[in-house]
């Protein structure tokens, strides 16, 4: 067999800290409650805190990185501060859900919407939007679509019972959960029920059309079959699910009462208090992604951010650092690699693959499969990463 000895420049990128986790409460930050039901990302970058507890007025905060900006109904046109849900639509105004109406925010005015308007109750508990930026409202006493101008309501299938959460996939069918039981699919045209004896409490729905929902454990529905995750058939961490979100990978986090887990269609990962910042006895309630990959936690207890945007690094044109590869052994060779280094490898979607402290400059990549890798070196100086590939 003929050796292949490879030569890949790999380009520095320096972390100017270890810290992958960051919590944030009331005590160290702008949060004036720690009991997050919602969080929104707004075309601007913007972090939105929706707080969910009842009896206090509590609103919602905006943390742009640096400012938090809180907002109630005494200071602004909120018409509630219980906010179930809030959501951006493609003009990037903002509309918070509450048990009194829907308000919306384009950074100037705020605009309230009731019954009195064409709401079909003034429960509102969540929205989502269509290709046409038609709102989609889900309801205590049924939906509501509002085109900007017409209000059009919608009682029947279930829906009088109380609409929980509402999804809307690419082919424009929307997805309504149903307070007593059961998902209703609408066409445009035909409503149907599916699954009625169940109750789910979240929706989201991922790149490839795949319809999830959060329940008794996560449930996935495509092509009309059913497949469910439990912690009987999977490693998901807890079977009381409470919130879904996607990552640019296609990655599943799901959040769950004991911790969030992570799901890339084959591996499970699991993030609790005793592997993570993830405070302790304290569900999660939401989860969103940022531009960076940066995943932003709502839990009982405050804000957990989990930023390994590390791994998705940019190559600049800095000084390099020289891996070779010889393929014939499946060896990694670093030059230059300082001695008693901790070494970590991940995939693309973050899944730590390989941990090790090493003191020499050879690793073992014999159980990785072809594809690009991102390699993590700490020593005692600093840490940086490369990027690498194997054929």
Do not use: H
């Given at each position: 067999?003929?050796?292949?000895?490879?030569?890949?420049?790999?380009?520095?990128?320096?972390?100017?800290?270890?810290?992958?986790?960051?919590?944030?409460?009331k005590?160290?930050?702008?949060?004036?409650?720690?009991?997050?039901?919602?969080?929104i990302?707004?075309?601007?970058?913007?972090?939105?805190?929706?707080?969910?507890?009842?009896?206090?007025k509590?609103?919602?905060?905006?943390?742009?990185?640096?400012?938090?900006t809180?907002?109630?109904?005494?200071?602004s046109?909120?018409?509630?501060?219980?906010v179930?849900s809030?959501?951006?639509?493609?003009?990037?105004?903002?509309w918070?859900?509450?048990?009194?109406g829907?308000?919306?925010?384009?950074?100037?005015?705020w605009?309230?919407?009731?019954?009195?308007?064409?709401?079909?109750?003034?429960?509102?508990?969540?929205?989502?939007?269509d290709?046409?930026?038609?709102?989609?409202?889900?309801c205590r006493?049924g939906?509501?679509?509002?085109?900007?101008?017409?209000?059009?309501?919608?009682?029947?299938?279930?829906?009088?019972d109380?609409?929980?959460?509402v999804?809307?996939?690419?082919?424009?069918?929307k997805?309504?959960?149903?307070?007593?039981?059961g998902?209703?699919?609408f066409d445009g045209?035909?409503?149907?029920?599916?699954?009625?004896?169940?109750?789910?409490?979240?929706v989201?729905?991922?790149?490839?059309?795949?319809?999830?929902?959060?329940s008794?454990?996560?449930c996935k529905?495509s092509?009309?079959?059913?497949t469910?995750?439990?912690?009987?058939n999977?490693?998901?961490?807890?079977?009381?699910?409470?919130?879904?979100?996607f990552?640019?990978?296609?990655?599943?986090?799901?959040?769950?009462?004991s911790?969030?887990?992570?799901?890339?269609?084959?591996?499970?990962?699991?993030?609790?208090?005793?592997?993570?910042?993830?405070?302790?006895?304290?569900?999660?309630?939401?989860?969103?992604?940022?531009?960076?990959?940066?995943?932003?936690?709502?839990?009982?207890?405050g804000?957990?951010?989990?930023?390994?945007?590390?791994?998705?690094?940019?190559?600049?044109?800095?000084?390099?650092?020289?891996?070779?590869l010889?393929?014939?052994?499946?060896?990694?060779?670093?030059?230059?690699?300082?001695?008693?280094?901790?070494?970590?490898?991940?995939?693309?979607?973050?899944?730590?693959?390989?941990?090790?402290?090493?003191?020499?400059?050879q690793?073992?990549?014999?159980?990785?499969?072809?594809?690009?890798?991102?390699?993590?070196?700490?020593?005692?100086?600093?840490?940086?990463?490369?990027?690498?590939?194997?054929?």
């Amino acid at each position: 067999m003929n050796q292949k000895l490879i030569l890949l420049y790999v380009i520095l990128y320096s972390i100017t800290t270890n810290a992958q986790w960051t919590n944030y409460t009331k005590s160290n930050s702008g949060l004036v409650d720690n009991s997050i039901r919602t969080i929104i990302i707004d075309k601007k970058g913007n972090k939105w805190f929706g707080y969910g507890a009842s009896g206090k007025k509590s609103g919602v905060s905006k943390f742009d990185g640096k400012t938090w900006t809180n907002y109630t109904s005494q200071n602004s046109g909120l018409c509630n501060d219980t906010v179930y849900s809030m959501a951006v639509d493609l003009n990037g105004v903002k509309w918070f859900c509450t048990d009194v109406g829907v308000s919306s925010f384009n950074d100037t005015v705020w605009t309230t919407y009731r019954m009195t308007d064409g709401l079909v109750s003034n429960e509102v508990k969540y929205v989502a939007f269509d290709s046409e930026n038609n709102k989609w409202f889900g309801c205590r006493s049924g939906a509501s679509k509002f085109d900007g101008k017409i209000w059009t309501n919608y009682t029947n299938n279930g829906l009088s019972d109380g609409v929980i959460a509402v999804a809307i996939d690419s082919k424009g069918n929307k997805w309504f959960t149903v307070e007593y039981g059961g998902v209703v699919e609408f066409d445009g045209t035909n409503w149907i029920n599916i699954r009625y004896a169940q109750i789910f409490t979240s929706v989201a729905i991922d790149s490839k059309d795949n319809i999830w929902f959060g329940s008794y454990g996560a449930c996935k529905f495509s092509n009309n079959l059913w497949t469910d995750y439990t912690t009987t058939n999977s490693n998901l961490a807890d079977n009381s699910v409470s919130a879904l979100a996607f990552d640019k990978q296609g990655t599943k986090w799901i959040g769950t009462f004991s911790g969030v887990s992570k799901f890339n269609d084959t591996i499970w990962t699991n993030y609790n208090p005793s592997n993570s910042s993830l405070p302790a006895y304290s569900p999660v309630r939401s989860i969103a992604i940022d531009s960076q990959g940066t995943k932003w936690i709502g839990t009982e207890n405050g804000l957990t951010v989990f930023n390994n945007s590390f791994l998705n690094t940019a190559d600049t044109k800095a000084e390099s650092l020289q891996i070779y590869l010889n393929f014939a052994n499946n060896t990694l060779f670093i030059k230059d690699l300082i001695d008693n280094a901790k070494i970590s490898i991940y995939d693309l979607s973050a899944e730590l693959l390989v941990s090790k402290q090493i003191n020499c400059n050879q690793i073992d990549i014999s159980n990785l499969r072809s594809g690009v890798y991102i390699i993590k070196i700490e020593t005692s100086k600093e840490i940086v990463t490369r990027k690498f590939i194997k054929q």
